[in-house]
């Protein structure tokens, strides 16, 4: 009997390509699976500071560049767009809205996004895995005439490229809104 056919010969040679197979697994999982962000968390959002903790749950956990672009073309909203890698991954605005308006109006103005999953027991804020709403407390509004016809409404919401938390979605939105509520936004 030569050693090929030896009843051992298979056995051990099974055994060293089963170990062999996994130390090549083993490694290849190393560094082929984790994310590593190239960029910092900013600590703020088109210039309203926020606290970069807050942030960082719902931003990616991979890409190399961040960059902010702000719009307030519109009389009466200002956005924030939030992109990593050219990707758009999370909009932050202020919306002046009729006075009267709910949170939950607000929330339902977004197209193809769900605020509303969860309202607060005053209304002041709603908010959703995907994003939130709510309402400023603007005590001297930088435009007058909104102090008797307004409401000042914050929105926030992430992309698919972002990651969905409810939890962190509900601290972010109402340190944006608390933000704003003491920007020069609302306190001339």
């Known amino acids: 009997m030569n050693r090929f056919n030896s009843p051992t010969y298979g056995a051990r040679t099974l055994g060293l390509t089963a170990a062999t197979i996994a130390v090549v697994l083993t490694g290849a999982g190393c560094g082929a699976g984790e994310e590593t962000r190239g960029f910092e968390v900013p600590k703020a959002l088109c210039g309203t500071p926020i606290d970069a903790k807050l942030l960082e749950p719902v931003l990616p956990k991979s890409g190399q560049k961040i960059s902010e672009e702000l719009s307030d073309k519109i009389q009466g909203i200002r956005r924030c767009r939030v992109s990593v890698d050219g990707e758009l991954v999370l909009s932050a605005s202020t919306e002046w809205w009729g006075k009267g308006t709910t949170t939950v109006k607000v929330a339902s103005s977004q ?23 709510g309402h400023v407390t603007c005590p001297d509004p930088k435009n007058a005439n909104m102090r008797e016809n307004g409401e000042l409404f914050t929105t926030v919401f992430i992309t698919k490229e972002g990651i969905p938390d409810e939890s962190a979605m509900k ?18």
């Open 171 to 188: 601290d972010l939105v109402l340190a944006y809104t608390k933000a704003i509520g003491a920007s020069e936004e609302c306190t001339r």
């Open 111 to 133: 197209m193809g996004v769900r605020l509303d999953e969860h309202v607060s027991e005053d209304r002041s804020y709603t908010y959703a895995d995907m994003g939130g709403t």
